[in-house]
């Protein structure tokens, strides 16, 4: 059971935050005499942020990044663990063009925890992707490992 002075709270946070990001001018009052054009409304829609980072939407994937779609384009996973990060450069499509790891780098036991080797990795497979030709990539990050402060 729900008490009702808590919910009575909640729904006027609600309304309060509401209120907070609805700003009406004379150029953006909704036209309530009939339906307006997806084009229309996507234009006043204000762009998602999660922390100031721009978040993917449906536009967003038919965009052009550096003369291709960006689904198109390349995918870099960082896989980070306890004790190791891997790079893996792949296609679009999966396909695995290049990767390396801190172990490849050269840093043993240790020394593949630090950010530096993290660093170093970045570094690597940056200037394995420019000779591939590639100049911009998506990243995927998975794990919790702690090279990820960098």
Request: glycine share 8%; net charge positive; charged share 15%.
């Amino acid at each position: 059971m729900i008490c009702s002075k808590h919910t009575s709270n909640l729904f006027h946070n609600v309304l309060r935050w509401a209120s907070s990001q609805a700003v009406f001018n004379s150029t953006n009052i909704p036209d309530l005499k009939g339906p307006r054009s997806l084009n229309a409304v996507a234009e006043k829609t204000p762009q998602p942020n999660i922390l100031g980072h721009h978040v993917i939407t449906e536009e967003c994937l038919t965009s052009l990044v550096e003369d291709k779609q960006y689904y198109e384009t390349p995918i870099l996973h960082l896989l980070s663990r306890r004790n190791n990060v891997i790079a893996t450069l792949t296609d679009c499509n999966g396909r695995v063009l290049n990767g390396t790891s801190c172990g490849a780098e050269g840093f043993r036991n240790a020394r593949k925890m630090s950010t530096v080797a993290f660093q170093t990795v970045g570094i690597s497979i940056g200037l394995k992707a420019k000779k591939l030709g590639i100049g911009a990539v998506r990243v995927v990050f998975n794990g919790l490992g702690s090279c990820r402060l960098v």
